[in-house]
């Protein structure tokens, strides 16, 4: 069986290591600048597309997929809409991506493109999802929260502008979707939805393209108690994509 190499790029919900690199981005984790402050989504996206190059640089001839998570999804997706980077990749595993993400209240998204311009390091507390529950496993939830690399803040008006933003991108283009992908949700989750991402997987021009909904499930699949399980169907779809003749 050939050794895939399996890319997690950092969301807002996620920081993690991998491959001995250490990635931190733009809201979380140990990097420069204001956390929870991310100017544009288009600059994550960029930054996937050269960590992806210099991946596949470092590991010459193994496959390689690429992973996100929430707005990491969004990020993802995206980045596979870039053909130098859909060729580069098996496929991409999106877990509860951002897609058709909708404002607290509509005026904020009225007023949201303005005043991301005008004060985008405001935070706005009504967008603070803190007290919505992402995990049935209260452990998960006390690790994750109590994470000093964790942000854990109200949202920035500039970063849930470009979340909206790119949602909106990307729900408009579903069919122009060709990146083999396997979408993974949680028909309970709160922060996400799920729909969308059944909508996605109805759309897109994909040929090679998989979803599973867990019943009762919240947001942070890998933080589930069933995280085990959720990570051994995304290991058995990675292998079964390797072994598909095109």
């Known amino acids: 069986m050939k050794k895939a190499v399996l890319y997690l790029i950092l969301t807002v919900d996620l920081h993690l290591l991998w491959l001995g690199e250490r990635l931190t981005g733009l809201s979380h984790g140990g990097s420069d600048g204001l956390h929870g402050y991310v100017p544009s989504l288009d600059h994550v996206v960029a930054d996937t597309g050269s960590f992806l190059e210099k991946i596949k640089s470092d590991h010459p001839g193994i496959p390689c997929f690429l992973y996100g998570h929430s707005t990491g999804g969004a990020v993802v997706l995206k980045a596979a809409s870039y053909p130098y980077i859909n060729e580069l990749v098996e496929g991409i595993i999106l877990t509860s991506p951002a897609l058709r993400v909708t404002p607290s209240h509509p005026i904020v998204g009225a007023v949201a493109p303005l005043f991301s311009l005008v004060a985008p390091k405001y935070q706005f507390k009504g967008a603070n999802k803190r007290g919505i529950p992402v995990s049935r496993d209260p452990a998960a939830l006390?690790?994750?929260?109590?994470?000093?690399?964790?942000?854990?803040?109200?949202?920035?008006?500039?970063?849930?502008?470009?979340?909206?933003?790119?949602?909106?991108?990307?729900?408009?283009?579903?069919?122009?979707?060709?990146?083999?992908?396997?979408?993974?949700?949680?028909?309970?989750?709160?922060?996400?939805?799920?729909?969308?991402?059944?909508?996605?997987?109805?759309?897109?021009?994909?040929?090679?393209?998989?979803?599973?909904?867990?019943d009762g499930f919240l947001h942070d699949l890998l933080f589930e108690p069933e995280r085990e399980e959720i990570g051994q169907d995304i290991i058995d779809w990675m292998e079964m994509k390797l072994s598909f003749h095109h």
């Open 142 to 214: 006390v690790a994750k929260y109590t994470d000093p690399l964790v942000y854990t803040g109200p949202m920035r008006i500039r970063t849930g502008h470009e979340i909206l933003r790119i949602s909106s991108h990307l729900t408009r283009n579903f069919k122009y979707v060709t990146v083999p992908f396997f979408v993974l949700h949680g028909t309970a989750d709160k922060v996400t939805d799920p729909l969308a991402s059944q909508d996605l997987y109805n759309q897109a021009a994909s040929k090679y393209k998989h979803i599973k909904l867990y």
